[in-house]
């Protein structure tokens, strides 16, 4: 079984540039997540998407941040304008629709490490 | 609020045995689950508990406490490829939406 596929591994920009990160969960996954994590933290969920609805998004800064999931499957990242702060790693992660259920084990990609120079 | 507790860093001997500690408070509790993440790596799944007492894999073993919002994990025989950071994460329900609320992590280094 394929795992979930993240692109690009490895990203360098410049402040206040654009970038944009891509995600395809595991097939069969109907809730995938996205994850910022800082050298030495936990991950800390960014948006949260059931099918290609959100249902978490308190987290992201929507002034910079934007996320979609189209037709319920891929996701992409962006941040626009991009600020130092905002390097770390990103995770995408998914996980099966629960229907009263209570395992929810999410399965992570390799990530992203994105540096804002 | 809802938070989660655990050591930042431990250190131990190979194939010694050691206790990593979680504490949480959170509302909607439904279940504890443990991740081991090597350095430039995805986080990976290790364990699952929602009820109380002791689950065993292997050298792994995972200890929930509902009621004093405790968990441990327990790693024996210890091998130098466990030195990694252990994340604890409660899932808790919140409304209509399940999510996990993420601790920072326990960094092991295990020493020859």
């Known amino acids: 079984e394929a795992g979930v596929a993240q692109s690009p591994r490895y990203k360098i920009i410049e402040k206040r540039q654009s970038v944009a990160f891509w995600c395809n969960p595991i097939?069969?996954?109907?809730?995938l997540y996205w994850y910022q994590q800082i050298l030495g933290q936990g991950p800390k969920l960014l948006i949260q998407?059931?099918?290609?609805?959100?249902?978490?998004d308190s987290q992201l800064p929507k002034d910079r941040f934007s996320a979609e999931r189209l037709k319920g499957v891929d996701s992409t990242l962006k941040i626009q304008p991009a600020k130092l702060e905002d390097s770390a790693v990103y995770l995408c992660?998914?996980?099966?629709?629960?229907?009263?259920?209570?395992?929810?084990?999410?399965?992570f990609g390799p990530g992203t490490r994105l540096t804002v120079l | 609020g809802q938070n989660i507790d655990q050591p930042t860093e431990m250190t131990a001997t190979e194939g010694a045995i050691v206790q990593i500690n979680c504490t949480y408070q959170?509302?909607?509790?439904?279940?504890l689950f443990w991740y081991q993440q090597h350095a430039g790596e995805a986080p990976t799944f290790l364990s699952y508990?929602?009820l109380d007492g002791l689950e065993e894999k292997g050298r792994f073993s995972s200890f929930l406490s509902r009621s004093k919002g405790y968990s441990y994990l327990l790693l024996k025989e210890l091998q130098m490829k466990d030195s990694a950071s252990y994340l604890c994460?409660?899932?808790?329900?919140?409304?209509?939406?399940?999510?996990?609320?993420w601790g920072l992590g326990t960094s092991l280094g295990v020493n020859p």
């Open positions: 998407f059931q099918n290609n609805g959100v249902v978490d």
């Open positions: 097939s069969g996954h109907a809730t």
């Open positions: 959170t509302s909607g509790f439904n279940g």
């Open positions: 994460a409660v899932s808790s329900d919140a409304g209509n939406n399940r999510k996990l609320i």
């Open positions: 992660a998914s996980s099966f629709a629960f229907v009263g259920g209570s395992y929810n084990e999410q399965f």
């Open positions: 508990n929602v």
